[in-house]
C-alpha cells in the first residue's frame, strides 16, 4: 500500500458497541452481528471493516469504539489494534456520544487529524471503489470546514434506510446537502428514486476534528460540554476516569440528528461501491450467493429438496435437510432454531419480547 | 405386584437390535429409537417396554436379544438385567433367527418355559390392560400346543401395518388366524376394516418353547438345522462361541413368513390397548400430546406463532421459535436438522441415501 505523507493525519474510527439485534438467533448480546463471520469468508464483518479500511488509513491511527463487555471480542478479532486504540463506553449512548468522544480523542493527539467514522456491520462488495472513495473524501474534508457524508446510489425503494437529497454540486461527486429524510414509506421510496435526486445514507462520515468538534459545541452544546469539561484529560491517563464518570451522562442521540441535519456544511459523496447495512435477514439474503434454486446457504451443509428462496444459517458442522420450504428464514444458533417465513421477519421484534417474557435471557 | 407358581417358568424375550431409520435424525444407527425418550418420560421405549412386563414376567425371567454395538446402551437403561440375560447377536438376521435363538437359550434353561416376544420399540399406552391379555396368553398357551399371537384392534385403514384375519372364536377373545396380509394399499386397508374380521398384527408373540421349537423345526428346517447342530451349547460357556460362529449362517426371515404364516397352529388374542409401532413420524405425532393448535412437542422448548400441526423434537436445553409453519416435522438431533411435511415423511428413505452418496455417514 502507498500512503502520502499527509496519511499520518488520517485517522479512522470503528464503531462496534452494536447489539445487531435484528439479526437474532444468530446475533445475540453477547456476540453480536459484527463479531460473526455472515458470509463464511473466515473474517468477520468487522475484520472485514478492518481490512478495507488499512490501505487508506495507517493501522496505529485506527481506533475502535466498542462496549466494555465486547472488548474480548474486539482484542481476539483485531489483535492488530493497539490496546489504547480501542475506546470502552461504559454506557451505550448512539452514535452522537461515541463520535464526538473519538474526535476529542484524536484532537488530543492530532490537532490537524481528520477522520472517517464508520459502523462494524455493514457489508461493502467493492473495495477498492471504497477506497478511492474515502480518499477523495479526505482530500475535500482536509480542504474544507464540511461535514462529509457517503450516499449510496439507491437500486430499490428500501424503506429500511435513511434518504439524503442532493443540492448543488461542488466538485465531482461531491454535492451540498439538501434534506435528510429517515424510513419513507415505499410510495416516497419510490419517488426518492424517481427523482434521482436521492442517496442512502450509509453513515458513513468524514471530516477535520476541528469541523466535527466545532459543530458539535455549535448544533449539540449539551453533549459538547460534557467533552469540553475534560478537554484536558485527553490523550492523558485521566481519559478513561473522565469518560467513566461522565460518558453516561451523555443525551443519547444519533450523529444524524444531533449535528447532520442541522449544520449548513454538510456534503455527500455519492459513491457506489455496493454496501448495505446487512439490517436485516432480507438484506442478508439479497447479498448472499444462491444456488439455482434461490437457496442461500453462507457456510451450512445443506440438503434441500423442493425448497426455493431460503436462506440457511447453522453452526459448522450440522447438517440441514429440508423438504418443501420456501422463502424462509432458517437460522439455528447452536442453542436456539428460528424458523420463519422471509416476509415476517418484523416478527422477530416480537418474539424476543416474548422470550424476555419467558424469562428466558439466555437466548437473547 | 402378585406372580403366581406358575410364573417361574414364563419368560419374556425384549427384541432390540433394530436400527428405526425411518425416525433418522432422531433415532440413529448408534441409537436407535428403542434407546430414546421420544415422549420425555424419563423413560425409552426400550424401558418402557421393560416396565410393562415387569408386573408379568419375573425379573430374572426377562432376557433382551441386541446387536453387540447396542450392549453398552442396553446395560446402561436396564441395569437390572444380568449380563447373561443379554443375548448379543452378532450379525442383523430378522425376527426369526432372534427368537429361534432365545427359543433354544430358554429351553435349555428350562424346558417347560413358555414366553412372550416382544419388540422394543413400540407404544403400549394402557399397560394394565396389557398385563390383562398377556397373563390370559400365557394361561392359554400353557394349556394348548399354540402360537400366538397378539392382534390390535384396527382404529384407521392403515397401509403400514400387517392384518390378521380372523376365524373361530376357541376362548373368549382368542381366535384361530385365517390369514395374515402385509401392508395392504388404502382400500383394501378399508375392506378389511369394514368387515370386522381384521385385527392389527403387533409383532407380540406368545408360545411354549416347546411349541415355537417344534414349528421351527417343521416350517424352517434350515433355521432349525443351524441351532440344532449346537442344541448341547446352549445354557453352557460354549453358547457364545458357537452363535458367533453359526448365528451369520441363518436365513434372514422374519418369524411370521418363516413360521406363523405356514404354521397350522396358530391363534390371535384380540386385544386392545393403545398400541402403535411408532413406525412413522406421522405415527409418533398421532401418540403425542398436542396443544390448542394441534402441535406436538414432546419435550422440545418451543415458541410456535400461526403455527399449527407440527411435531417438533429438539435436545435438551434448546429453544425452537417457529412462525407460519404447519404440519411439518422440526427435528433437530443436535448435528441434524429435519424440516419437512409430515405428508412428505417416507421422502426421509431418499435424504439417507443422499447423505450415504455425500459420503456423510456420521450424520446417519
Known amino acids: ?191 426518492f428514486i424517481d427523482t434521482g435526486e436521492f442517496f442512502w445514507n450509509a453513515g458513513i462520515f468524514l471530516w477535520s476534528v476541528k469541523s466535527i468538534r466545532q459543530a458539535i459545541r455549535r448544533y449539540a452544546p449539551d453533549l459538547a460540554s460534557v467533552f469540553d469539561a475534560g478537554i484536558d484529560d485527553f490523550g492523558t491517563p485521566r481519559e478513561r476516569a473522565f469518560i467513566d464518570a461522565n460518558f453516561g451522562g451523555c443525551p443519547s442521540i444519533s450523529i444524524d440528528f444531533a449535528v447532520m441535519e442541522k449544520a449548513d456544511n454538510v456534503y455527500v459523496e455519492c459513491v457506489n461501491f455496493g454496501w448495505s447495512d446487512l439490517g436485516t435477514w432480507g438484506s442478508l439474503y439479497e447479498n448472499s450467493r444462491k444456488d439455482s434454486n434461490d437457496n442461500a446457504y453462507g457456510h451450512a451443509n445443506v440438503i434441500a429438496y423442493n425448497s426455493t428462496g431460503n436462506i440457511f444459517l447453522a453452526p459448522e458442522g450440522k447438517l440441514v435437510v429440508v423438504n418443501g420450504m420456501h422463502d424462509c428464514i432458517v437460522a439455528d444458533a447452536g442453542d436456539v432454531l428460528l424458523i420463519c417465513p422471509k416476509s415476517d421477519e418484523q416478527h422477530i421484534k416480537v418474539m424476543l419480547t416474548d422470550v424476555q417474557l419467558r424469562n428466558e435471557d439466555r437466548y437473547l
Chains 1, 2 share one sequence.
Open 1 to 191: 500500500m502507498i500512503l502520502t505523507p499527509s496519511d499520518t493525519h488520517r485517522y479512522c474510527v470503528i464503531m462496534c458497541g452494536g447489539i445487531g439485534s435484528r439479526f437474532w438467533p444468530y446475533s445475540r448480546t453477547d456476540k453480536p452481528k459484527q463479531f460473526l463471520d455472515f458470509f463464511g469468508t473466515g473474517r468477520s464483518l468487522l475484520q472485514m471493516c478492518y481490512d478495507r479500511i488499512l490501505p487508506v488509513v495507517r493501522p496505529e491511527n485506527i481506533l475502535v469504539v466498542t462496549n466494555r463487555r465486547y472488548v474480548d471480542m474486539v482484542r481476539e478479532q483485531l489483535p492488530e489494534i493497539a490496546e489504547e486504540r480501542i475506546l470502552l463506553e461504559p454506557d451505550r449512548r448512539n452514535t452522537a456520544p461515541c463520535i464526538a468522544w473519538a474526535a476529542y480523542h484524536i484532537a488530543a493527539l492530532d490537532p490537524e487529524a481528520s477522520m472517517i467514522v464508520t459502523p462494524s456491520d455493514h457489508l461493502i462488495t467493492r473495495d477498492n471503489v471504497f477506497e478511492q472513495c474515502v480518499r477523495r473524501g479526505f482530500d475535500f474534508v482536509e480542504r474544507h470546514d464540511a461535514l462529509l457524508t457517503l450516499g449510496i446510489n439507491p437500486t430499490r425503494p428500501e424503506t429500511g434506510y435513511g434518504y439524503i437529497q442532493i443540492g448543488k454540486e461542488v466538485e465531482p461527486g461531491l454535492m451540498k446537502v439538501k434534506t435528510f429524510t429517515e424510513k419513507p414509506d415505499k410510495e416516497l421510496a419510490q419517488v
